[in-house]
C-alpha cells in the first residue's frame, strides 16, 4: 500500500504538460475559494446594516414582523462571520495532530450556522409571533417600516446578485440542482440560500404589516412572523442535513469516482480496479482508495512503477483539488470479497 498526500504546490500530474495543468489547477481552486469569501463578505455587510435599521424599526413599531426581520438579519449576521472562521480555520496545513488537514473545519461550521438560523432565526420568530397572538398590540407598524423593508430588499437582492455571480461562476454551466447536490463546499449554496430566504421574508413581512394596516388587526402581523420563522427553520434544515452528510464523509462525485476508475483501468499493468472508495475531508481534500489486480507477470519494481502512475492518474481526474491523499493497494477480487 502506498500513499501521497499533496499540499497546493503540488501539481496535478508529473507528465510533460504537468507545469501547464498545475498552473490551472491553482487558479481553479484560489478562484473558487475567492468566489466564496466576495459571497460571504457581501452578505455580512449587508446583514449587519440590515439589522441596525431593522432593530430601529422593530423598537419603534412594535412589529413582531420586523422584530422577527431583526433577528434574522442578526441570525445571518452571525452566520456570516462562523462561514468566515471555518473557511479560516480550515485552510491550516496538516501537522501530526490533524494529518488529514483540517477542511472538516469548514462543514463543522457550515452545521453550526444552520443551528443559529433555525433557534435564533426561525424558532424565536414563531415564539415572537404566539406571544402576539395572545396579546396583540393596540397598534400596527407605521408606513415607515415599508421604507425600511424596501430598502432592506435592495440591499438583499444586491447581496444575492454577488452570491448568484459566485455561483454562476463555480457550477459552470451544471444544472443548479445537479450543482447544489454536488457541491461539497457548503459556503456558497449557504449563503445563496439565506440570501434567498431573506428575500422571501422581507415580502412575507411586507404583506403581514400592509394586511395589519388595512384590516386594523394585528394578528396579521404576527402571522408573517410565524411564517418568517417557518421559512428559516425549513432553510435551516436544509443545511443542516446537508452539512451533516458532509461531516459523516461524502465520497467524490459520481462523475469524478467513474473518470478515476477509467484512468485506473487504462494502464496497461492494470488487470482490473477491484474497488475504489473515495471520501472528502474538506472542500478541497479528498482521499482516494482503490484496490488494483495488477497483472501476473509483472515483478515487485513493475508493480512500483505502476503504483506511481497510478497515483498520477487518480490524481490527474481530480484538477483544482489542493490536497489528495492517493492510495493505490495490490488485491485480487476473492480478497476484496472477504475484505467486504
Known amino acids: 500500500m502506498t500513499g501521497d498526500l499533496l499540499e497546493a504546490r503540488t501539481p496535478c500530474n508529473r507528465e510533460a504538460s504537468g507545469a501547464r495543468r498545475h498552473r490551472w489547477c491553482i487558479r481553479s481552486s484560489v478562484a473558487m475559494a475567492s468566489e466564496s469569501k466576495t459571497a460571504v463578505v457581501a452578505a455580512l455587510i449587508g446583514n449587519a446594516v440590515l439589522a441596525l435599521l431593522k432593530g430601529a424599526t422593530a423598537a419603534i413599531t412594535g412589529s413582531a414582523a420586523m422584530l422577527a426581520e431583526t433577528f434574522h438579519s442578526l441570525a445571518d449576521t452571525g452566520n456570516q462571520v462562523l ?7 480550515s485552510q491550516r496545513p496538516p501537522d501530526r495532530s490533524h494529518p488529514f488537514g483540517y477542511g472538516m473545519n469548514t462543514y463543522f461550521w457550515a452545521f453550526v ?18 406571544h402576539k397572538f395572545l396579546g396583540p398590540p393596540a397598534y400596527v407598524a407605521s408606513p415607515g417600516a415599508f421604507f425600511v423593508l424596501a430598502g432592506a430588499f435592495v440591499f438583499e437582492a444586491m447581496s444575492l446578485g454577488v452570491a448568484l455571480h459566485s455561483f454562476r461562476t463555480e457550477r459552470r454551466g451544471e ?13 456558497l449554496p449557504t449563503v445563496l440560500l439565506e440570501d434567498g430566504a431573506a428575500l422571501l421574508s422581507i415580502l412575507v413581512a411586507a404583506a403581514g404589516l400592509a394586511l395589519a394596516q388595512l384590516t386594523g388587526r394585528p394578528q396579521w402581523d404576527a402571522a408573517a412572523s410565524a411564517a418568517i420563522g417557518l421559512i428559516l427553520i425549513g432553510v435551516a434544515t436544509f443545511l443542516a442535513y446537508e452539512n451533516y452528510s458532509l461531516l459523516l464523509g461524502e465520497p467524490a462525485t459520481a462523475e469524478q469516482e467513474h473518470e478515476i476508475r477509467a484512468r485506473l483501468a487504462a494502464d496497461p499493468a492494470v488487470r482490473d480496479v477491484v474497488s475504489l472508495h473515495t ?33 498520477d492518474a487518480a490524481r490527474a481526474a481530480l484538477p483544482g ?17 472477504r475484505a467486504a
Open 83 to 89: 462561514l468566515f472562521v471555518g473557511m479560516r480555520l
Open 113 to 130: 450556522v444552520s443551528a443559529m438560523l433555525f433557534t435564533v432565526g426561525g424558532a424565536f420568530s414563531i415564539w415572537e409571533a404566539v
Open 175 to 187: 444544472p443548479i440542482l445537479t450543482f447544489m447536490r454536488e457541491a461539497r463546499d457548503p459556503t
Open 279 to 311: 471520501m472528502h475531508l474538506g472542500p478541497n481534500a479528498v482521499l482516494v482508495s482503490a484496490r488494483v489486480w495488477f497483472r501476473p507477470e509483472l515483478t515487485a519494481r513493475q508493480i512500483e512503477e505502476a503504483v506511481l502512475r497510478l497515483e
Open 321 to 337: 483539488t489542493r490536497r489528495r491523499l492517493i492510495l493505490i493497494e495490490p488485491a485480487r477480487p476473492h480478497a476484496a470479497q
